[in-house]
Structure formats: C-alpha cells, structure tokens
C-alpha cells in the first residue's frame, strides 16, 4: 500500500481540524437559531377601515406622562400613582389603544362641546421629539388625537385609561 504524500496528510489534517471546530461550534450555532425562532415576531396591527391607531406601531416609549402621573418604561413599568391595574397593563393599554376615526364635519360638530383637553406626551427619548397627544372626555367617549394628527373616538369606561386606586 502506498503511503499518502506530506501534501495529502497536510490536506487531511486541514480538513480534519476544519471538520472538529465546525463540531465544536454547532450546538451554539444551533441554539442561537432556535432562539431566533422563539422571538416573538412582530406582527403588525391589522386594523379594519375606520380604525386607527393612537400610537404607531414600532413606537418605543421611555414614559407616558400624564397630567396627574407618569408611567416610566422600566422592566416592568413603574408609576407614581396608586393604580388598580399594574402599571404594565396600563402602558399597554394606551399604547396598543385604537379607535374610530372621526372625520373633520363630525370633529366640527363636537369642538363647541369640549372642555378641559389634557394632553399625554410620549417621550421617545433625547434625541427624538416626543409625542404629545391631546384627549377629551366626553359623556359617552373618549376623543383623542393621534400621532398623525388624527382624531379617535374610544368608548370605554374612564377606570379603564385611568384606573386609579381609590383607597389612597
């Protein structure tokens, strides 16, 4: 039997090695992809006609500042007020709120009737202006502008945008 060549037992030992730190490497690239998989995968909001957002879907707050209390981004969200819900649901509540667009003659008929705006800023942090959205609280729903300027009517109950603690 003829004995292989210094070059054919250095391509041998090559491939060898190549073929070990390949071995080596693959459980970590395995487990790297599978985590990938089990990432939430960012759905976008589908909404019907009629209905759109308050906030835009990729947004990432640093705070949701109310006029009488602040929810602050941390993990989990922090809040300066006694709430009923976690401050967690409630961030989740105003960001992923929707409602029906109102249009310009029906916003005209309601402006005579609203009182007392509040307004919520959206701080995206330092180097991006915030959002600031402009609400109401009418008898039988919420109006709130959006980031794009738009008008929304919310009909949920008042605890459930702002669920304060009554005990304090």
Avoid: C
Avoid at 86 to 110: H, V
């Amino acid at each position: 039997m003829a004995r292989p060549s210094r070059r054919t037992f250095n391509n041998f030992l090559i491939i060898g090695i190549l073929l070990f730190v390949a071995a080596m490497n693959l459980p970590d690239y395995i487990r790297a992809k599978l985590a990938e998989n089990e990432k939430p995968q960012h759905v976008e909001q589908v909404l019907p006609d009629g209905v759109i957002a308050l906030m835009p879907d990729d947004v990432s707050p640093l705070a949701l500042k109310f006029p009488d209390f602040t929810l602050t981004n941390g993990s989990p969200w922090q809040t300066d007020k006694a709430l009923d819900v976690s401050a967690t649901e409630l961030a989740n509540r105003w960001l992923n709120l929707s409602g029906t667009e109102i249009d310009s003659d029906t916003y005209n008929k309601l402006k005579p009737n609203l009182r007392s705006p509040a307004t919520l800023v959206v701080d995206r942090g330092q180097h991006v202006e915030p959002l600031r959205l402009t609400y109401y609280q009418l008898p039988q729903f919420w109006l709130i502008q959006n980031w794009e300027n738009r008008w929304l009517a919310v009909s949920v109950a008042p605890n459930y945008l702002f669920p304060f603690d009554n005990q304090n």
